[in-house]
């Protein structure tokens, strides 16, 4: 009877074995087909694209840009596919034939139709920001500006996209978004959730205007300069300020206002090459609200004449910037509050143009070899430089102005030093995607910045495969253990029933 019970036991304790291992493999089963369905799930690489057409004030740049579907919502995954540079100057140009700002585009929307999918052009959203040569128009003439932004619009709707209408862009939202791509296309959203890290403010030179942005380590004083973003799960209050006027084609021209005109229409300018000579037409020249007509002159046309002299022109420079007032803390120039610049900077458009050619554009370059390679092209002969330098005329001509004026803004302006210089870092494109304002533009329209972390992706190929092997293997070791157990027990009770019969 004993041995009886002993086999009433084992047998009880084999069923339980079989359901335990049964249910064990059926759950091991369920996780592998989920994660397999979950894994396996069909992903075509689902291409979408979206322009933005920058229509600066000098020129108009067209910008096409690509993702993946599926990871709209990451960061850093949106790059630039292609680009389009429009033949001819701003849209605002075209204030007196407005028909001609539309047609303008021509060349470069072909081109982006041709850049993109035919199965795509209905869903791809196009923008046009305008920024500040428009600004300066509305100014002078609202409905002006209005008639030649309906013109455009006009234009852009013959052609097949999803055209999502045009703006002129604020000059708080220029220096937002110039901000927001630079720091998107660097990854530093992405590397501050993982730690501290720092964001890179933005400094960009236009032809009209030039804004500076960045987070202060400190309070923001005056709330016209203060911009709040959310962005992946972390809070952001970043200083904002566009200068209008600062732009490096505007700077030029109330520099120039402020020389004298001698008594034959002559003006002698330190900041062009001895040698140099150019001629001006006043009413067309003086036209923006940033250079009303000077009062000093009775001629129709100037005569310009370089005499290079870089000490004199750092002077003149310096007269287009008012430090004589700041009713806050700190102020940059013109009473314009501004925290003090800290961490690194990228500094694009004409920064970038101007440093490049002066081949300063490197980093660990000095504050000091900066000003001797401003001197040094400021006092060479407008002959020589033509010779040297194979660059259009006008970019040459103007260097020396440019030179100076993007050492005063910085210096002078904004408050760099000889030892913080070495944190602006003069960039035109980060990993094959230009650094302006569009890109970050085009993220807030499309909402693909989400304000929260988005969630965890399902697991990498190769934690995949990882955990497919692994629970194989488990599942194969636990059968055999199972069923080299089983059969020991059922030799167990056959051995015991066989001494039962005997
Ligand atoms: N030296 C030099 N200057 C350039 C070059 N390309 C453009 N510029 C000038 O650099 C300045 C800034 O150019 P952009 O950034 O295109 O200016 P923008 O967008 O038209 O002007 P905003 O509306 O004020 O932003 C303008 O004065 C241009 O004429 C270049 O290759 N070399
Ligand atoms: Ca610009």
């Known amino acids: 009877m004993p041995e009886a019970r002993g086999g ?3 047998s009880h304790w084999r069923r339980c074995l079989v359901v335990i291992t049964a249910v064990l493999l059926l759950v091991v089963i ?3 087909v989920i994660v397999a369905v979950r894994q396996n799930r069909p992903t075509p690489p689902n291409l979408k694209f979206g322009i933005v057409l920058d229509a600066g004030s000098s020129h108009t740049g067209l910008f096409i840009y690509q993702w993946l579907a599926e990871k709209m919502n990451d960061t850093g995954v949106v790059r630039q596919r292609d680009s389009c540079s429009v033949k001819g100057p701003g849209i605002s140009s075209y204030w007196a034939d407005v028909e001609q700002a ?5 060349d470069c929307l072909n081109e982006a139709k041709r850049s993109i999918p035919v199965e795509q052009h209905r869903e791809t959203p196009v923008f046009l920001g305008a920024t500040a040569g428009m600004r300066l128009l509305r100014s002078q003439n609202s409905s002006q500006a209005e008639k030649l932004l309906q013109a455009v619009e006009a234009f852009i709707h013959s052609y ?9 862009v604020t000059g708080a939202d220029e220096g937002a978004f110039g901000w927001i791509t630079i720091n998107y296309l660097m990854g530093n959203f992405l590397q501050d959730m993982a730690g501290p890290h720092e964001t890179v403010g933005a400094l960009d030179l236009g032809g009209a205007s030039t804004q500076i942005t960045f987070v202060p380590d400190g309070e923001i004083e005056s709330l016209d300069n203060s911009m709040h973003f959310r962005l992946y799960g972390k809070n952001y209050e970043m200083y904002t300020h566009s200068y209008l006027c600062y732009g490096k084609d505007q700077a030029l021209k109330m520099f120039l206002q402020k020389l004298g005109v001698s008594a034959n229409g002559t003006v002698f300018n330190p900041c062009f090459n001895e040698g140099y000579e150019k001629s001006i037409n006043v009413s067309n020249f003086f036209t923006s609200p940033c250079t009303p007509m000077p009062p000093w002159t009775t001629h129709q046309t100037l005569r310009v004449i370089g005499t290079g002299n870089s ?5 003149h420079v310096r007269q287009i910037f008012n430090q004589s007032s700041c009713a806050w803390n700190q102020c940059s120039f013109n009473g314009v509050y501004q925290p003090h610049v800290w961490g690194k900077y990228g500094a694009i458009s004409a920064f970038y143009f101007v440093m490049k050619f002066f081949n300063m554009d490197k980093e660990k370059v000095s504050l000091d070899e900066v000003k001797v390679a401003v001197d040094k092209f400021c006092s060479t002969p407008w002959d020589q430089a033509k010779n040297e330098y194979k660059i259009k005329e006008k970019y040459l001509s103007e260097n020396c102005f440019s030179g100076h004026y993007v050492l005063i803004l910085l210096v002078d302006g904004y408050n760099f030093t000889s030892s913080t210089w070495n944190n602006i870092q003069f960039m035109k494109k980060i990993g094959g995607s230009d650094a302006g304002w569009t890109l970050g533009y085009m993220l807030n329209r499309t909402n693909m910045i989400p304000a929260e972390l988005p969630r965890p992706k399902p697991m990498s190929k190769a ?11 488990l599942s194969f070791c636990w059968s055999s253990v199972c069923l080299y157990s089983g059969g020991r027990f059922a030799d167990r009770d056959r051995r015991i029933w066989r001494r039962d019969l005997i």
């Open 8 to 10: 009433t036991k084992s």
């Open 311 to 315: 000490h004199q022109c750092r002077d």
């Open 463 to 473: 934690s995949y495969l990882s955990v497919m092997i692994i629970f194989s293997l």
């Open 102 to 106: 539309g047609l303008s585009l021509r």
């Open 30 to 32: 369920a996780v592998l």
């Open 160 to 168: 097949p996209f999803d055209f999502q209408g045009a703006q002129i």
